[in-house]
């Protein structure tokens, strides 16, 4: 059931679950990079290309599906966005807290070890997740009126 007691698709329920997997697949094999600096080919494979390229089809069958849904089942797509961002909010938040990066950033701070270059990159992030809490709160602003 969505926030409003609607009742979501099965293509919506499949739609999140495959960006919930995606999601972990992605946090899979993360670690500080004192851990992920070594050279190791299998290591790379299977912690990184291997997950991501999963992880990117399965965020790519995922989007197929809620734009299935939306346009030929009808459902809401505004609701839909709210329940992936929470979703994807608390991959991120569980992820943080079980990575040694998340051990990390509680014992030195978030901006620890941070330069020009780094605050550079981190502007870039800053203006997308901008732009993404902009379509969520007038999703829900259009959702509410």
């Known amino acids: 059931m969505g926030v409003t007691g609607q ?42 290309i291997i997950p991501v390229l999963v992880a990117s089809v399965l965020s790519g069958l995922a989007s197929s599906l809620c734009q299935w849904a939306s346009q030929v089942k ?23 807290a079980k990575s040694p990066d998340g051990e990390a950033i509680r014992k030195h701070g978030l901006f620890y070890g941070w330069t020009l270059l780094t605050w550079k990159f981190y502007l870039t992030w800053l203006h997308g997740f901008v732009i993404v809490s902009a379509l969520l709160v007038t999703a829900l602003l259009q959702f509410i009126f």
């Not at 679950?17 to 080919?41: D, H, M, Q, T």
């Not at 009808?74 to 943080?96: A, D, N, P, Q």
């Open 7 to 48: 009742k979501q698709s099965i293509q919506q329920v499949g739609a999140l679950f495959l960006l919930i997997i995606a999601a972990v697949l992605l946090s899979f094999g993360e670690g500080s990079s004192k851990r992920s600096s070594g050279g190791n080919p299998d290591q790379i494979l299977f912690h990184g």
């Open 74 to 96: 009808k459902h809401s797509s505004y609701l839909m966005t709210v329940e992936m961002s929470i979703v994807g909010s608390l991959c991120v938040l569980v992820s943080t």
